[in-house]
T-cell receptor
């Protein structure tokens, strides 16, 4: 079965640079979520989109922005990177209009800021 | 406030022993509860979920969990630990479809040969 695809899987950037993470949800999933997992921490919700509109917002820094495109893939744009942004970034997707409440997680993008 | 608490950040069990990982939630509305497992440098894999059907939920790899509303708990158990169960386990709660997940702080399970 198709899973959530995230690219790149690993990314190394320097401080003050920008990064773009991409997420391709499972086909026919119209909701996308972004989570950040710092070293030794639990995943923290950043932002979500439903039908290309922002549906919920968590602890996402103002330096970050995200969007969902017409093909439902999503991109997380991160600017003025800081050392503290080093983390594993998960994307998850879910279908709506069903009773399935599960979120399907991708393998994550490991971002290292040096 | 809605949240989930995992008691015990580190749990060690002997191979073949019972695994019990604790999860309690606080919520003013009916929750949907999940357990995920994370192996080193990997993503989150769903073990099982409770979405208001049967209170005893069976998942993959021999794990199961029981939703107890009176105790606001959703503890994860496995009768006999295997070496391959060593991983980080996260309890998560959601409150409706399309809403964010709130994760617990995780429990690292070590299995001793």
């Amino acid at each position: 079965a198709a899973g959530v695809i995230q690219s790149p899987r690993h990314l190394i950037k320097e401080k003050r640079e920008t990064a773009t993470l991409k997420c391709y949800p499972i086909p026919r999933h119209d909701t996308v979520y972004w989570y950040q997992q710092g070293p030794g921490q639990d995943p923290q919700f950043l932002i979500s989109f439903y039908e290309k509109m922002q549906s919920d917002k968590g602890s996402i820094p103002d330096r970050f922005s995200a969007q969902q495109f017409s093909d439902y893939h999503s991109e997380l744009n991160m600017s003025s990177l800081e050392l503290g942004d080093s983390a594993l970034y998960f994307c998850a997707s879910s279908p709506t209009g069903t009773t399935n409440y599960e979120q399907y997680f991708g393998p994550g993008t490991r971002l290292t800021v040096t | 406030a809605q949240s989930v608490t995992q008691l015990g950040s580190h749990v060690s069990v002997s191979e073949g022993a019972l695994v019990l990982l604790r999860c309690n939630y606080s919520s003013s509305v009916p929750p949907y509860l999940f357990w995920y497992v994370q192996y080193p440098n990997q993503g989150l894999q769903l073990l099982l979920k409770y979405t208001s059907a049967a209170t005893l939920v069976k998942g993959i790899n021999g794990f199961e969990a029981e939703f107890k509303k009176s105790e606001t708990s959703f503890h994860l158990t496995k009768p006999s630990a295997h070496m391959s169960d060593a991983a980080e386990y996260f309890c998560a709660v959601s409150f409706s479809t399309g809403n964010q997940f709130y994760f617990g702080t995780g429990t690292s399970l070590t299995v001793i040969p």
